[in-house]
Each structure stands twice: as C-alpha cells, then as structure tokens.
C-alpha cells in the first residue's frame, strides 16, 4: 500500500487561504468516503480536524473544511493563522481493509 | 473522555523484539478498532496495524511478517510486538482508537501521546 500523496510544503501569509491535496487511487480516496485529515504541532500527537471527507468533529475551527474529487482529497483552511504552522496529514480507509496515511505536508505562515 | 497510554521500553537491541502496550482509560474497548502508527524521525506516519476488540487483526502488508498486535478487554489494554527490529524500526509509536462502521475504518481519534522506541546496541 503506497502512501497518499500530497505536496511537501504549502504557505500563505495570515488571513489568506491555502488548500492542501492529497491524492491517491480507486482503491483508497475514490472509492471511499472515509478520508480524515490530522494536524501535528511539533514534538505532539496528531490530532483529527476532519472526518469522513468534510466533517469537523467538535472544537475544530470552522475555519477547516474538506472536499473530495475523485482520487484527491483537499483541506482548506481559511483564514490562516499562526496557530495554524504544522504538519498536516490526510487518511483513508482502503480496499484492503487497511488504513493508509499521506507524505504530509507542512503548513508554513509567512 | 477516552484516553490512551503507550508504555514499554525505550532502547530495543537489534534483531530482538519491540514490545509496547497501550492501556485505554476513560471508555469501553468495545466496538472500536485500536491501531498502531509510527512515525521515523522526522519522517511520515506509518499504519502498523489494528486489532478490533473481539481479537480480529489487520496489519500493513509491509510488516505483516513481523507484526502481532493482541488485545485484553478484561484490562482494557492492548499490545504490540515488532519481532527481528533493525535501526529501520527507530520510531514514535503511537497508539490510537478508530472509529467503526461495519467494515470500514472512518478515521483515528483520539491519539496517545507517543512512545519513542530506538533500536540500537
């Protein structure tokens, strides 16, 4: 199982908005609306900012959302923030019954 | 709120077994998958593997030869051994809960806090 793909690094200044992809195959992101993304401070756990391709589970900033286009999925975050400086990793459920993780992407506020 | 706790030894030697528990607090192991991720040093998350907690397992192909994760629901704690580790296996080690429906893993939440594991003699 190869791992989703997404871009290295994504930056914007504070207030803008960026959007980061992460694509992957039929077998994973297309096939399946179990795509979650995960947000990890340095030194920290990850932690869940969506689920299910476009849900935000309680006390995540609606500044977050996510979307699906056949084999990539996207986060967005809206109104960048300082806070916001991390890595950031999307998730999906496979047809093997596995889970498969991105390359990761870090979020750099200029 | 459910919470996890990684625990075991921190240097393994190579070729030996890496051994890790995590103890859930908080909630009921029932009806949930429970996972094992990594993550090398200033690298990527790795999917280990998971157990669901009637004892049925799931592991990534790539470690599927070395890889046994079991589960007690009578201590609300589940386990994973990494068997024949080389300085490859040098990781965070996190435990997590996913989240079910039927089949299918939605997604990972909450997290451990992470257990770093370095292989060395």
């Known amino acids: 199982q190869s791992a989703l793909t997404q871009p290295a690094s994504v930056s914007g200044s504070p207030g803008q908005s960026i959007t980061i992809s992460c694509t992957g195959t039929s077998s994973d992101v297309g096939d399946y609306n179990y795509v979650s993304w995960y947000q990890q401070h340095p030194g920290k756990a990850p932690k869940l900012m969506i689920y299910d391709v476009i849900y935000r589970p309680s006390g995540v900033s609606d500044r977050f959302s996510g979307s699906k286009s056949g084999n990539t999925a996207s986060l967005t975050i809206s109104g960048l923030q300082a806070e916001d400086e991390a890595d950031y990793y999307c998730g999906s459920f496979t047809s093997s019954s596995t889970q498969v993780f991105g390359t990761g992407t870090k979020v750099t506020v200029l | 709120q459910v919470q996890l706790q990684e625990s075991g030894p921190g240097l393994v030697k190579p070729s030996e077994t890496l051994s890790l528990t995590c103890t859930v607090s908080?909630?009921?192991?029932?009806?949930?998958?429970w996972s094992w991720i990594r993550q090398p040093p200033g690298k990527g998350l790795e999917w280990i593997g998971y157990?669901?907690?009637?004892?049925?397992?799931n592991y990534n192909s790539s470690l599927k030869s070395r890889v046994t994760i079991s589960v007690d629901t009578s201590k609300n704690q589940y386990s994973l051994k990494l068997s024949s580790v080389t300085a490859a296996d040098t990781a965070v080690y996190y435990c997590?809960?996913?989240?079910?429906?039927?089949?299918?893993?939605?997604?990972?939440?909450?997290w451990g806090q992470g257990t770093q594991v370095t292989v060395s003699s």
């Open positions: 157990i669901y907690y009637s004892g049925s397992t």
């Open positions: 997590a809960r996913g989240a079910r429906h039927g089949n299918y893993v939605r997604w990972i939440d909450p």
């Open positions: 908080g909630g009921s192991m029932s009806s949930y998958y």
